[in-house]
């Protein structure tokens, strides 16, 4: 191969980091404001408007930071830190191409459940150093619930990397597009569930009742409950991106692997795919959400319990069919 022939595709393969990058970055405060205001659609309400998450990272990203005198720096700095590991795993998993992009052979699927568990340890963390009591009530709940989603999240993986012989999500997206009668298996069906339960709990849109003040039912939100101006722009950011992430991984890998193209044009294509990918899972969402009926906040380990079921289910299978 000539040495122009190298550079030309290295800087293919730049092109298209560059793209899933800031797709990731660009359009994850998007798909938030859809969501919301679908819901309030169908709640026969106005509603804000789809770019609202914008106007307010636009809003906070121009205020001034406050922390307490009793927070720490780890509580300065998580969010800065989680955002940076949220915006790894975008370069390592098939969230707008379905190749693979610069550094995705330093991690695998395991890698990648790996570093969303340490995201959540480090706003964990941050929570623990703010001084507050309320974020760390906020910190024990999130670990008391994590116990299943990170199990959920693993296990998931894991056996989805026995299926497939691989631990390459490119490569499972890949081995679905090629073979689907692998995508009706109880094996693939059980996994899926599995995730998607996990995606509705980790994006907020599961429905949760708390009596008394609104405040008792934070989970998530209840960690950068003391933050304000940039850092909390930039937790609300790594916030939105986590949800992209999973959800790409739910809709790239489990529920619908195909349409995505390859190359600088067809990752530009991509983008109006994604977009419509996502418009019918935030349809989903959404009727989950408004039309079942809340749980109370310990029923959470319940729901949870049985995601984890349905991935251990998913395990053995697994282990069977290989």
């Known amino acids: 191969m000539h040495k122009g022939e190298v550079t030309i595709f290295n800087l293919d393969i730049f092109g298209e980091t560059l793209i899933q990058l800031f797709t990731v970055l660009f359009l994850s405060p998007l798909f938030i404001g859809i969501s919301n205001r679908l819901k309030a659609v169908i709640e026969s309400r106005r509603g804000p408007s789809i770019f609202q998450p914008y106007y307010d990272l636009w809003k906070l990203l121009g205020k001034e930071s406050l922390a307490s005198k009793d927070a720490g720096s780890i509580f300065v700095y998580a969010p800065y830190a989680a955002f940076a590991v949220y915006c790894l795993i975008s370069l390592v998993i098939p969230v707008v191409l379905p190749q693979p992009v610069y550094f995705t052979a330093t991690v695998d699927f395991l890698g990648g459940a790996l570093l969303f568990g340490l995201a959540g340890f480090i706003k964990m963390l941050a929570a623990m150093d703010s001084g507050s009591n309320f974020t760390a009530l906020g910190a024990a709940r999130v670990a008391s619930f994590g116990i299943f989603a990170e199990g959920t999240l693993i296990l998931v993986f894991f056996a989805v990397a026995l299926i497939t012989s691989t631990n390459n999500p490119y490569v499972t997206n890949s081995f679905l597009v090629a073979n689907p009668d692998a995508y009706l298996t109880l094996a693939h069906i059980s996994a899926t569930a599995a995730f ?7 994006s907020g849109r599961l429905p949760v009742e708390s009596t008394g003040l609104m405040e008792l039912g934070m989970v998530d939100d209840a960690l950068s409950y003391e933050y304000s101006g940039k850092l909390l722009a930039v937790s609300k950011w790594g916030s939105y991106i986590k949800q992209y992430l999973l959800g790409a991984v739910l809709l790239n890998v489990f529920l619908l692997p195909w349409g995505l193209q390859t190359g600088i044009i067809g990752s530009l294509l991509d983008i109006p795919v994604m977009i419509l990918k ?12 408004t039309t079942f009926a809340k749980m109370r906040l310990f029923k959470i ?18 282990l069977v069919v290989t």
């Open 196 to 202: 998607l339960m996990l995606f509705i709990f980790e």
């Open 278 to 289: 996502w418009v019918a899972l935030i349809a989903v969402l959404v009727v989950v959400e």
């Open 301 to 318: 380990q319940d729901y949870l319990s049985i995601a984890f079921a349905l991935s251990l289910l998913f395990l053995i299978l697994s």
